[in-house]
């Protein structure tokens, strides 16, 4: 944990000074030239970083240091592998104008390798969830900083371990413990997850359980003389393959509730039958949910597929995320007029939403590529998000 002043810039902005200005269109027309070349490098110098969940070390370390080399007048808290940066421009002005933060993390989830381009794609680990938005967010604080800081009080989020199950290891949650000051000035976040640049409001809860069966082991050249638990499982495994997506509809936006094995095994042994199978069985739930509500849905969800109840143990919660509604977030929504929908995956939303903060989720990533081995990002995609953001901020 730590806070620290990176190298100072004159914090006297255009609007304490007497010098005339453009005229707001103009100043946008100009904003809006945007350095592509320059995006790409900091895109791509990202990729090359393996960051996967815990190892974000050296990912850390870069960001830290290029917002260091922007010669920008910010101030840095740290927690872990995680910071905030928060602009010190136009201090005159700091305490009336909404503060908005630009939220995304830093770890991935594919292996990784090198990145290459082809044609529009740039792949690399985490090209989409979520190293194009980093990206941006580093080329604003590098060049447009005081463009999109005009009206508004701006602060970035990187923060490490967003793609782990357990919400006590993800970063954010780390620094809203350390740092509950700050978050309270909060008026609004975007979280910049990957939502092929859309709109998508809310997001999924998340619950996790271990199911087990139980056999009895024997040789396998003589199987009668045991049980197998896998085969005990069948039933039950057949039972959650035919569980279908229930719709529930929330602020007009359509979340689907969903339930699926995501892990398996059986007790070793090449030669006998196995003792035990075991399951971690994922449960995504609308934000309609209480925990103790969704808790409950799951097991009898769980119980209803073929699961003993003494054999279900919940592993992990997190919470959905609301959609909580104020004027800036619509004006927000207004500005950037694009196509708007439900968040169908948890996101850190639902953290802003547990501290009655208005947050949405926007990003460049493509979403059908999270995760996936040879994850890309478009290059057009990255662009047109940025002069989005530009937009969005300096309007």
Known sequence: MGLSYVAFKDSQSPLDSQSPLMTGQSRLSSALSIDEENIKKIFIDLLNIPSPSFHEKQIYNHIKQQIQDSQQNIVLLSKGHSLI???????????????IVLVGHTDVVPKHFKAY???????????????????????????????????????FIFYSAE?????????????????????????LALVAEPTDNKIQLGCMGSLHA??????????????????????????????????????????????????SITES?????????????????????????????????????????GAA??????????????????????????????????KQAWTDIA???????????YGPGIVAQCHTENEYAKLSDIMLYTKNLIRLLAK
Not at 86 to 97: E, H, V, W
Not at 268 to 279: C, F, H, I, R
């Open 351 to 361: 953290q802003f939403s547990a501290l009655g903060l208005p947050s949405f989720n």
């Open 85 to 99: 940066a928060m602009p010190n421009i136009y201090p005159s002005a700091r305490k009336t104008r909404k503060h």
């Open 163 to 187: 793609e782990t199950a357990n919400i006590e290891d993800n970063g954010l949650y780390q620094l809203i413990k350390v740092f509950p000051n700050f978050f309270k000035t909060i008026d």
């Open 309 to 342: 109840p003494e054999n279900i143990e919940i592993t992990s919660f997190s919470p959905a995320g609301k959609i909580i509604e104020s004027p800036l977030l619509r004006q927000f929504l207004t500005t950037l007029d694009i196509p708007q929908e439900a």
């Open 210 to 259: 271990k199911i087990v069966f139980q056999g009895k082991p024997a040789h396998s050249a003589r199987p009668w003389h045991g049980q197998n638990a896998l085969y005990k499982a069948l039933p039950f495994i057949q039972n959650m393959s035919l569980v279908k997506p229930e719709k529930y509809s929330y602020k007009n936006l359509s979340f689907y509730d969903v339930m």
């Open 117 to 155: 381009q082809d044609k529009d794609r740039i792949h690399g680990a985490g090209a989409s969830d979520m190293q194009a938005s980093l990206s941006v967010f580093l080329y604003l604080l590098k060049e447009k900083l005081a463009l999109v800081s005009e009206h508004y009080r701006l602060s």
């Open 265 to 305: 095994s059986s007790s070793s042994g090449k030669t006998t039958v196995p003792q035990t199978w075991s399951a971690n069985v994922n449960f995504r739930f609308a934000p309609h949910y209480s925990r103790y509500q969704a808790e409950k849905a799951f097991l009898k969800k769980l119980e209803a597929c």
